[in-house]
Nanobody, 116 residues
């Protein structure tokens, strides 16, 4: 599975961005696609994800501002980020979990920078 993340950029605090993750395969055949982020000097952390049935989940601290959705026809998963804060600055990655003991696949990441 190949993943292509895009949509990052520079935005002022309080602004919004929508990231996209395009998969090379039908996303309903992928157990889950998750978004992670990694801020400078910090470990990669989970943002949230969407499973093959379309159910979403988020880390508690982000669920009021971030939303994950998908377009099955486009094999694309989105991360809508609202009311962005400087601490949201990070490289955002999408990850495909195929389940069944298969290794995960990662996209190349897209940089999000939030200025104060």
């Amino acid at each position: 599975v190949q993943l292509q993340a895009s949509g990052g950029g520079l935005v002022q605090a309080g602004g919004s961005l929508r990231l996209s993750c395009v998969a090379s395969e039908n996303i309903v055949s992928i157990k889950a696609i998750r978004w992670y982020r990694q801020a400078p000097g910090k470990e990669r952390e989970l943002v949230g994800g969407i499973n093959d049935g379309g159910r979403t989940n988020y880390v508690d601290s982000l669920m009021l501002r971030f939303a994950i959705s998908r377009d099955v026809r486009k094999n694309t998963v989105y991360l809508q980020m609202n009311n962005l804060k400087p601490e949201d600055t990070a490289v955002y990655f999408c990850n495909a979990d195929l389940g069944g003991g298969h290794p995960d696949y990662w996209g190349q990441g897209t940089q999000v920078t939030v200025s104060s």
